[in-house]
C-alpha cells in the first residue's frame, strides 16, 4: 500500500467514522484550550524561552543592542530555525500595522500552539495504530487532550516544546504511513520514511539534543521496526536522507542570524561538553531526575508517571516509544547538568506511558499487580488524581508565569510611547539573570535604575513632568511615601493586605513590584511652598 492509502486506514479516517468523530472533538477540546493558554500565557517558563528566542528576534527587528544579548549568542550556540519563524510572522505583521509586542509574542505563541496541535492530533490518530483495544485508544485520545502540561507546553515559544512536538509528528508518520507485515515488524514505504526524517531534521533545529530520541527510532526501524533487517537498513538509511535537509536550512539560517558562517551544534557541543560551561549553572547526580520529576504539589501523577515510564520500558523493550525515550532520557541522567525542562522533549510520546505500563497488552496478558490498579482507575482514588489534573489544567490555562512580563504589559498598554521609567529597589522587571530585556519596551522607552533615595529627589526637580516609580515592595516605604506624598499607586504584583501574611519572609523572596505614577511639576511647588514657608519663619 502506499503511504497515503496508509494513512487514511491507519488513521480510521477511510473505514472508521466512528473512531474519526471521537478524535475530532477531542482535537477541538484539545485546540480550544491551547486557544485560551495561548491567549493568557503570556509570560515564559524559563529563560531561555525568551532570551534564546525573543530576544534574538527582538536583535533582527532592531530593538535589543547586540552587546545586551546572552552570552550564547555571543558564542554561537543556540540554532536560529525557530527565532528566524517568528521573526517572518513578526515582519509580516508589522507590514499590516501591528507593532504591539504582546500582540506580536501571542502571534509567536499561536504558531507554537498550532504546531503544538497537529503534535497532538497526530498523536491521537496513531494510537489506533498503538492500541488493539478500542477502549485504550480513546484513552490515549483523552489523556493527549486533557494532561495538564500539554496545552501549556503546546503554546511555549521554547525550543523544547518545539522539537518535541516535530519529533511526536515524525513518530506518528512512521506508524500511520506503514503498514502490518505478516510476520513481526512493520513496512514503511519511502514516502513515510523521508517525511518522518524531515520532521526529525527539524526537531533538531530547534534542540539539538532531541539527537538522542531520533537516533533511538532510528536504531529501532534498523533492527526491530521492519519486518527484516535488510530492509530495516535500508529504511534507517532513507530516514537518515530525509534529515538532511533541515540540517541544511537549519545551517543557513543560523548563519544569517550570527551575521557570519558557523556550526551551531558543533559549537555547543564544544562550549557545553567539552567545556563544560553548562556544569557552571550547576551539577546534579545521575539520579536526580526521578526527584525534579516528582518534587511539585502533583506528586501523586508524576509519580504515577514516573513509575509508568519504567513499566512501559520493562513491558515493551522492542516498542518504538521505548526505543526513542528510554537513550533520551539516559543521556540527560548522564549529563552533570540537569532542569526538568530538557525532558519536556518526550512529553507528547511519553503521554503513552500511562496505557502501555497498565493496559492489557494485544494478548490480554497482564501481570496482577498492574491488573489490580487498572481495575481501579475508575476508583475514588483515582477520581482525585482526574479532579487534580483538571486543576492543574485550568491553572496552567489561564495564569501568566511572570510578574515582571505583567508588569511590562500594563506599561505598555496604558503608557506607551515616551514612558519614563525609574526603578527604585534590587529586583527589576525588566532583568533577569543578570541580563536586560528589551523586546516589549515601547518606543522612546526611558528606563533607569535609581541608587538612593536622593536620586530619586533629584528626580523630582529634574526629571520629566511625569514619570513611573518601580519599587520591588508590595507599598511604598515610610521613606519613600515622605519624599514622594503625590505617588498614586497604579499596579501592584498582590493586594497589600498580603503583607500581614509574610511569613518566613515569602514576599522577600518573590518577584514583587508595585508601581506609581508621579507628577514631579506638583512635587516640585510643593517643596517650593515649603520652602518659602521656612524662609518667612
Known amino acids: 500500500m502506499s503511504f497515503r492509502q496508509n494513512l487514511r486506514t491507519n488513521s480510521g479516517w477511510a473505514d472508521d467514522p466512528e473512531w474519526r468523530r471521537f478524535v475530532g472533538r477531542w482535537a477541538v477540546v484539545s485546540l480550544l484550550l491551547i486557544a485560551v493558554t495561548c491567549y493568557f500565557s503570556y509570560g515564559f517558563f524559563q529563560f531561555d524561552e525568551y532570551y534564546q528566542i525573543t530576544e534574538f528576534v527582538s536583535y533582527k527587528l532592531g530593538k535589543t543592542p547586540p552587546a545586551e544579548l546572552a552570552w550564547e549568542f555571543h558564542q554561537q550556540i543556540r540554532p536560529w530555525t525557530q527565532p528566524a519563524i517568528y521573526y517572518a510572522a513578526a515582519r509580516a505583521a508589522m507590514a499590516v500595522g501591528i507593532e504591539n509586542p504582546f500582540t506580536l509574542s501571542l502571534l509567536f505563541r499561536a504558531i507554537s500552539g498550532l504546531c503544538g496541535w497537529t503534535a497532538i492530533v497526530s498523536m491521537m490518530l496513531s494510537a489506533r495504530v498503538f492500541f488493539a483495544a478500542r477502549g485504550v485508544r480513546r484513552m490515549a485520545v483523552i489523556a493527549l487532550a486533557l494532561l495538564w502540561l500539554i496545552p501549556y507546553l503546546a503554546v511555549r515559544t521554547s525550543s523544547e516544546s518545539l522539537s518535541g512536538d516535530f519529533f511526536a509528528i515524525g513518530v506518528a508518520l512512521l506508524m500511520l504511513g506503514s503498514s502490518a507485515a505478516k510476520g513481526r515488524g512493520r513496512r514503511f514505504p519511502i514516502a513515510s520514511l523521508l517525511a518522518a526524517g524531515f520532521c526529525f531534521g527539524l526537531a533538531f533545529d530547534f534542540r539539538y539534543q532531541i539527537a538522542f530520541a531520533v537516533a533511538g527510532a532510528v536504531f529501532w526501524i534498523a533492527i526491530v521496526g521492519c519486518d527484516n533487517r535488510r530492509r530495516g537498513a535500508l529504511a534507517a538509511t532513507v530516514i537518515l536522507l530525509g534529515v538532511v535537509p533541515p540540517l541544511v536550512i537549519g545551517t543557513a539560517l543560523d548563519c544569517w542570524g550570527y551575521r557570519g558562517w558557523t556550526l551551531a551544534p558543533w559549537n555547543y557541543f564544544l562550549v557545553n561538553i567539552v567545556n563544560h560551561k553548562a556544569n557552571e549553572f550547576g551539577t546534579a547526580p545521575v539520579w ?202 497604579v499596579w501592584r504584583s498582590y493586594p497589600s493586605w498580603l503583607e500581614n501574611y509574610n511569613f518566613f519572609h515569602w514576599l522577600d523572596r518573590s518577584k514583587t513590584f508595585s508601581m506609581y505614577a508621579i507628577d514631579s511639576v506638583e512635587r516640585a511647588a510643593e517643596i517650593g511652598t515649603q520652602t518659602a514657608r521656612t524662609d518667612k519663619r
Open 288 to 489: 536526580w531526575y526521578f526527584y525534579l520529576m516528582n518534587e511539585g504539589v502533583l506528586a501523586p501523577i508524576t509519580l504515577l508517571w514516573t513509575a509508568a515510564m519504567l513499566i512501559a520500558w520493562v513491558r515493551y523493550p522492542r516498542h518504538i516509544i521505548t526505543w526513542a525515550t528510554l537513550p533520551f532520557f539516559a543521556a540527560h541522567c548522564i549529563v552533570a547538568h540537569k532542569e526538568l525542562r530538557f525532558l519536556f522533549p518526550m512529553t507528547l510520546v511519553g503521554a503513552f506511558f500511562f496505557l502501555l505500563a497498565f493496559a492489557p497488552n494485544e494478548v490480554g496478558g497482564q501481570p496482577s499487580p498492574l491488573r489490580w490498579l487498572w481495575e481501579r482507575r475508575r476508583s475514588w482514588p483515582a477520581r482525585l488524581l482526574y479532579a487534580m489534573n483538571l486543576v492543574a489544567l485550568a491553572v496552567v490555562c489561564l495564569t501568566a508565569k511572570r510578574p515582571g512580563v505583567e508588569l511590562q504589559k500594563f506599561i505598555y498598554d496604558r503608557y506607551g510611547e515616551g514612558t519614563h521609567a525609574y526603578l527604585l529597589g534590587k529586583k527589576n522587571p525588566y532583568q533577569n539573570v543578570g541580563v536586560n530585556m528589551f523586546f516589549y519596551r515601547p518606543k522612546g522607552f526611558v528606563y533607569e535604575e535609581l541608587k538612593s533615595y536622593n536620586r530619586l529627589k533629584d528626580l523630582l526637580r529634574s526629571s520629566p513632568r511625569r514619570f513611573l516609580l518601580i519599587t520591588d515592595q508590595i507599598s511604598l516605604s515610610g521613606e519613600q511615601a515622605e519624599i514622594a506624598p503625590q505617588a498614586t499607586l
